[in-house]
């Protein structure tokens, strides 16, 4: 379950993924609030990006499961050029890790503090942004003490 299922406000516009069998879940999860990870029902790791084996034990018994959906800031980027119409800098992309699989990480934006006071180890969680066909999910600093 996750913890942050309010809508991120979205920009106008933005570049959407085609998700395939084995990244449907991920970019369709946030529709019901939840961050969809793939994990082996095996090892019981999650993984990403999804495929059809665990990259670790190799079990085909794998499949998408709600992760926490909280994260920490591993690295960041703030953008100052306008590579998309309607995507308007500055805004930050990072990398963040996440609480229930460390070595799981996403590339995403974060949304809800100016781009500039975005920092390696801030707590964060996820929120989404609703399209048409996807959920993306993006994340937003944590409150303090919420941990």
């Given amino acids: 379950m ?8 979205r920009p106008r ?5 085609a998700p395939t069998w084995e990244s449907e879940a991920f ?3 946030g529709f019901d609030g939840q961050l969809l990870i793939h994990s ?5 790791r999650f993984f990403h990006p999804p495929a059809a084996a665990c990259w670790r034990c190799r079990s085909t018994d794998v499949g998408p499961r709600p992760a926490s959906g909280l994260a920490v800031v591993a690295a960041v980027s703030v953008n100052e050029h306008q590579w998309h119409p309607g995507f308007e800098p500055p805004y930050a992309v990072a ?8 070595d799981v990480r996403l ?12 920092r390696i180890g801030m707590s964060v ?13 993006v994340f937003r600093p944590l ?5």
């Fill in 2 to 9: 996750t913890t942050g299922s309010e809508p991120a406000e």
């Fill in 13 to 17: 516009q933005r570049v959407l993924p």
């Fill in 27 to 29: 970019w369709k999860g």
């Fill in 40 to 44: 082996c029902r095996r090892c019981g």
């Fill in 95 to 102: 990398i963040v890790e996440l609480d229930d699989e460390p």
């Fill in 107 to 118: 590339t995403t934006n974060i949304v809800g503090c100016a781009p500039g006071d975005v």
């Fill in 125 to 137: 969680t996820v929120c989404f942004e609703d399209w048409d066909d996807v959920s993306i999910p």
């Fill in 143 to 147: 409150e303090e003490g919420r941990r």
